[in-house]
């Protein structure tokens, strides 16, 4: 699925401020490998259903068999071999004897405890690769984890290693044979070593999704084959909220255009960036925060949320507004299936302006069928002018004001919104008080 940095930005996939950030709830790696590999993951969502589907089936199964998972590979153990392959060291004895090992530790004291301690995690990360490969190697493994772990069958079977198979771990093993093993490592294995990091870091990030999935009671989303875009979810919530409200979207071919209208702080940012975000994290293959989801395969997802001025260009608001509207038309108009999300179209204009823009942008967008638009307005008077279109679908927040205060149910309603209450809001916070006073 494309997808591009604003849009990433707009559903907050990654941010500066780590905690705000889809990636970073969902990051429960276990290794800093891991962590860099899943982030190439969320930055590259799937393009297929058999691809989504892989990854779904290669989560499940490693859930299915999690306590098997080998709890000898550790990050720190992993930055240590990384650090054994970096370092400058007197040669280390291929086949030493007894002797020449007392030698060694004796003559070249600092590289020795450099070494010993390096061959105790490369020792414990091969007998780890083998205990996986042994594990989760099997007739009804998913074919992604599959093919690397056919891999890591062919990189560990070495003549090498026959004598990881006799011993627990690396303190019963002589010193010669550790001697002889860091050398086997370092200077006729470093490739296939590095090539097995590499593996073990993508077996970690779908590890550490599969984490996600239960410690936040994800569910797989269902992909369906369909020639028009369809989405279809129950229980739809945001992942970064802390009390989230849940809604059920439906979207397809026939009512594909859903107007969106509610007074300020009624939940529809909240609403677009959670249909966002399920979309997204559905085309990594990771599980979504809902009770149900079925969907088709996107092929891109854009967003017009959080538009800027560019000072440095000259750019207005407005002016960045219309540039992102022009690519948004742009694209969908290829005949592909995208899902758009648009909030609050043309704020940096005179509101009959707004109006004007508006409805121009959204009459052309009705026109076309194969993908699915959510837009948010503050603009509700042109509602009236778009309910003709047979594919609009109009929904609401509700607001209720008791006793001059404000609540908000974040419940979608049918039909267009009618709240008007910024002056409301301006009174509560005490501006207008302070304006008066001065």
């Not at 550790?74 to 040669?91: C, P, Q, W």
């Not at 399920?278 to 979504?288: N, R």
């Not at 925060?289 to 207005?316: C, W």
């Not at 121009?360 to 307005?377: A, D």
Request: with cysteine; charged share 20%.
């Amino acid at each position: 699925m494309e997808i591009d940095k604003t849009t990433l930005t707009d559903l907050s996939i990654f941010n500066t401020e780590e905690e705000y950030s889809v990636f970073s709830k969902l990051n429960l790696c276990t290794t800093t490998s891991g962590r860099e590999r899943l982030q190439y993951n969320f930055a590259h969502p799937l393009k297929s259903r058999a691809a989504i589907q892989g990854v779904q089936s290669t989560i499940q199964f490693i859930l299915a068999h999690q306590q098997h998972w080998p709890q000898q590979i550790s990050n720190g153990g992993l930055l240590m071999i990384d650090k054994f392959f970096s370092a400058t060291i007197d040669e280390i004895p291929a086949q030493p004897s007894t002797a020449g090992a007392m030698a060694y530790k004796l003559f070249h004291g600092p590289d020795f405890s450099l070494v010993k301690y390096s061959a105790l995690h490369c020792f414990d990360f091969i007998k780890g690769m083998q205990q996986m490969q042994e594990t989760y190697l099997r007739v009804d493994t998913p074919s992604p984890l599959k093919q690397l772990l056919e891999q890591v069958k062919k990189s560990i079977s070495k003549e090498q290693f026959s004598f990881l198979a006799k011993h627990k771990t690396i303190a019963t093993v002589g010193l010669p044979e550790q001697l002889s093993f860091a050398h086997y490592i370092r200077y006729q294995y470093k490739l296939h070593m590095l090539e097995l990091m590499d593996i073990y870091a993508q077996l970690d990030a779908w590890y550490g999704m599969g984490q996600a999935v239960i410690t936040y009671q994800l569910v797989f989303p269902e992909f369906i084959e369909s020639q028009a875009p369809v989405m279809n979810t129950v229980g739809l919530y945001h992942l970064l909220l802390p009390t989230p409200v849940s809604y059920d979207v439906t979207l397809d071919q026939s009512s594909n255009f859903l107007f969106l209208t509610g007074a300020n702080m009624a939940g529809k940012s909240t609403f677009i960036k959670s249909v966002g975000t399920a979309v997204f994290l559905a085309h990594i293959g990771m599980g979504v925060p809902a009770k149900q989801m079925q969907l088709t395969v996107f092929d891109g997802l854009l967003s017009n949320i959080n538009v800027v001025d560019n000072l440095v260009k000259g750019e207005s608001y407005f002016y960045n507004e219309v540039q992102r509207i022009k690519a948004t038309v742009t694209k969908v108009n290829d005949g592909r299936k995208w899902l758009i999300l648009i909030d609050e179209l043309f704020k940096g204009t005179n509101v009959q302006d707004a109006m004007k823009c508006s409805t121009e942008v959204i009459e052309g967008l009705l026109k076309i069928k194969n993908s699915l638009f959510i837009l948010s307005t503050h603009l509700y008077e042109i509602g009236d002018s778009l309910k003709h279109y047979s594919n609009i679908n109009f929904k609401y927040f509700e607001t209720a004001v008791v006793d001059d205060q404000l609540q908000f149910s974040y419940h979608l309603k049918e039909g267009i919104s009618n709240d008007r209450l910024g002056y409301l809001i301006l009174k509560k916070e005490g501006v207008v008080d302070l304006l008066r006073k001065i």
